[in-house]
């Protein structure tokens, strides 16, 4: 679950030009730790992680993300939010992480179609397109093995 990103480029380059459009809209920080909440009680998931504030010297990245804590500006867009969802999804509170890889990929496009109401089905020829792996079954990392 470590390693080298390999598709962190090709997912910042496909988000700005396929996602970011449809999702200019601004969520400020006041109201983010709710909507975590919910969106993770709706995921039938327990133990969201908590919202910080981003650092103010952190000025070469938009937010960070581990299962436990999502440090985040004073306002972001909606997308950014799920992106960074996305990778709480798929830690571990020991600190493994997908990154930008197949699992995140498929967490994100769930969070994408739910929330932002972007169909999986329109946006999967984009992704093919940018060559970035995508696992459609993907599952929270940190969830037991389904049963056989």
């Known amino acids: ?3 080298r990103d390999r598709q962190r480029g090709r997912v910042y380059a496909w988000e700005d030009r396929v ?3 449809h999702a200019p809209d601004l969520i400020p920080f006041a109201a983010v730790q709710a909507m975590v909440d919910a969106i993770w ?3 039938d998931l327990r133990w969201p992680p908590k919202v910080e504030r981003l650092p103010c010297q952190a000025s070469a990245r938009q937010a960070d993300a581990t299962r436990l804590r ?3 500006p004073e306002a972001l867009p909606s997308w950014v939010l799920l992106h960074e969802l996305a990778h709480a999804l798929t830690s571990t509170a020991e600190g493994g992480t997908d990154g930008h890889g197949p699992r995140f990929m498929g967490l994100y496009l769930q969070l994408l179609e ?3 109401r972007l169909p999986a089905a329109s946006l999967l020829p984009s992704l093919q397109a940018a060559r970035i792996a995508v696992d459609l079954a993907a599952r929270p990392v940190f969830l037991d093995a389904p049963a056989p």
Do not use: C, D
């Open 41 to 43: 009680a709706e995921m």
């Open 19 to 21: 996602v970011a459009p």
């Open 70 to 72: 999502l440090r985040l």
């Open 114 to 116: 739910r929330y932002l």
């Open 1 to 3: 679950m470590s390693g």
